[in-house]
C-alpha cells in the first residue's frame, strides 16, 4: 500500500460517503475506519465495501487516547481525515457535555496522538471536517468567507469552533501540518433522521407531523453530501497546509420552502395525490438560539482548487427521497429502539 489514511467517524453519513470514495478511487491507499459506532454510525452504511482488500476498521473511541495511540502503532498513517463527531444542534441542546467530550477532547486526542506518533511531518496532513456553524448566524446578506470571525451559537458549533482552534493551535505550535474545511448543511443518502431533510422524509412516509421550528423562515445552504466528499478529496490532496477552505452549494433555502419541495417529491413518488402530505405542517416553538441564515462563499475553493458542486438541488432532492424509499430496511432498522424512545415524548407534545 502506498499510504495508509485514517477516516474518523468513517460509519456516519458524511464519513461513509468518503470512505467509499476513497477506498474505490484509490486502490493503493490503506482505508483505516475508525469509528466508535454511536447511534449515528452504522457499519450496513458500508455493507458494499466489507471485502475490499484495501479497507479496514477499528471500533475506537476517539477519547480513548491510549487505545487512539494504539491504531497509530499498528498501522503507518500517513494522512487524517478527522469528521468522528456529535453532529446534531438539537441533542448539543440537550447535552452539551458529550459533544464537549467528543468534539473537543476527542479531536485533541487525534491531534496529540498524531503529534507523538510522526517522527517526522514531511509528507503528513491532519485534515480536520468542521462546519459553516462556526461563523454564527447570518442577517439577510452576505456570505461566510474563510476570514469571517468565528461566533458560534449553539454548544454543538462552540464545540466544532473550539476543535477548529485546537487544529490551527497544534499548526502553529507544534507545526503540525493541518487543513481545515468548514462546509454547509449536507443531504443525501446515509443521513440519520434526525436532521431535517432525512427526519421529514420520513415522517411524510408515515403521516407523521412536520415540526418546522419558528415560522419556517430560517435560510440553510444545501450541499449533495457526496459533492462534500469529491472537495474533502480534492483539499486532501491539494490544499495548501496551514489554510482553511469554505465548502457549499450557493444553495440557498428557505426551512419552509423547501419542506413544501420535500412533500411535493415525496408525495408524488409516493404515488399520492399532490399536496395530501401538507396538512403534516406543524409549526412548533423555535429552536433555542436558532441561528437565521448560513450561507458560504466557496469561491477560494472554485478558484484555487477548481471545485464546483455537480449536483442541482432538486436533482438532488428527488435522488434522496427516492433513496429513502428504495432502501427502508435501512430506515426501519434504525428507526427502531432507541430511536422511536429519543421521539416519543416529543410527537406527544406536538
Ligand atoms: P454523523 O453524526 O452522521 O456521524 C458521526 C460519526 O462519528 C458516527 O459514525 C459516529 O459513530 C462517530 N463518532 C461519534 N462520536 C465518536 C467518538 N467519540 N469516537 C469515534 N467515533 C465517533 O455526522 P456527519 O453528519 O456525517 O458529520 C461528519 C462531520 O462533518 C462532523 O465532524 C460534522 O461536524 C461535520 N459536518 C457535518 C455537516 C452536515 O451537514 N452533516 C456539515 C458540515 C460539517
Ligand atoms: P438541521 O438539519 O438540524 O441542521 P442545522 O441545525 O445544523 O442547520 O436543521 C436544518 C434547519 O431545519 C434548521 O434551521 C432547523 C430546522 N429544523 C426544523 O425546523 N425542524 C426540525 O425538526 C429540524 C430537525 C430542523
Redesign the pocket.
Known amino acids: 500500500m502506498k499510504k495508509n489514511i485514517l477516516i ?9 460517503h468518503l470512505v467509499r470514495l476513497f477506498v474505490n478511487k484509490y486502490p493503493d491507499y490503506r482505508i483505516i475506519n ?9 457499519l450496513t452504511n458500508l455493507k458494499d465495501l466489507e471485502n475490499s482488500p484495501n479497507y479496514v476498521f477499528e471500533k ?4 480513548d487516547f491510549s487505545a487512539v495511540q494504539t491504531v497509530f502503532a499498528k498501522y503507518s498513517i500517513d494522512g487524517i481525515i ?7 444542534v438539537d441533542r448539543s441542546i440537550k447535552d452539551p457535555f458529550s459533544f464537549a ?3 473537543i477532547l ?1 479531536t485533541l486526542s487525534l491531534l496529540q496522538a498524531a503529534k507523538e506518533a510522526w517522527q517526522t511531518f514531511d509528507g503528513k496532513l491532519f485534515y480536520h ?5 462556526v461563523y454564527g448566524s447570518l442577517g439577510k446578506e452576505g456570505f461566510f468567507t474563510e476570514t469571517t470571525p468565528y461566533q458560534p451559537h449553539s454548544p ?1 458549533s462552540a464545540s ?1 469552533a473550539s476543535s477548529d482552534h485546537f487544529v490551527r493551535a497544534f499548526h502553529d505550535t507544534y507545526g503540525l501540518p493541518t487543513v481545515i474545511s ?6 443525501g443518502p446515509y ?2 433522521p434526525e ?1 431535517l431533510i432525512p427526519l421529514f422524509i420520513n415522517n411524510i412516509i408515515n403521516n407523521k407531523p412536520l415540526p418546522v421550528y419558528g415560522k419556517g423562515e430560517n435560510v440553510r445552504d444545501w450541499l449533495y ?1 457526496v459533492d ?1 466528499a469529491r472537495a474533502i478529496d480534492v483539499i486532501f490532496h491539494s490544499g495548501k497546509i496551514g489554510e482553511t477552505y469554505n465548502i457549499g452549494g450557493f444553495n440557498e433555502w428557505k426551512n419552509i420552502d423547501l419542506i413544501r419541495l420535500m412533500i411535493k417529491v415525496t408525495d408524488i413518488l409516493l404515488g399520492r395525490p399532490e399536496g395530501t402530505s401538507e396538512k403534516l405542517i406543524t409549526f412548533v416553538t423555535d429552536r433555542a438560539g436558532h441561528d437565521l441564515r448560513y450561507a458560504i462563499d466557496s469561491n477560494k475553493l472554485k478558484n484555487e482548487l477548481g471545485w464546483e458542486p455537480s449536483l442541482q438541488f432538486e436533482e438532488g432532492i428527488e435522488k434522496t427521497v427516492r433513496w429513502y424509499l428504495d432502501n427502508s430496511e435501512w430506515l426501519n432498522s434504525v428507526t427502531s429502539g432507541a430511536y422511536q424512545e429519543y421521539y416519543k415524548n416529543y410527537y406527544s407534545k406536538i
Not at 35 to 42: P, S
Not at 60 to 63: F, L, Q
Not at 82 to 88: D, F, G, P, V
Not at 129 to 133: H, I, Q, Y
Open positions: 474518523t467517524g468513517g460509519a456516519g453519513f458524511i464519513g461513509s475508525l469509528d466508535k459506532l454511536t447511534y449515528a454510525g452504522n475506537v473511541d476517539i477519547c478527522h469528521l468522528a463527531a456529535e453532529s446534531h467530550r467528543t468534539n476527542g471536517v468542521s462546519t459553516d456553524e454543538y466544532k468548514n462546509c454547509s448543511n449536507n443531504y443521513q440519520f436532521k453530501v462534500h
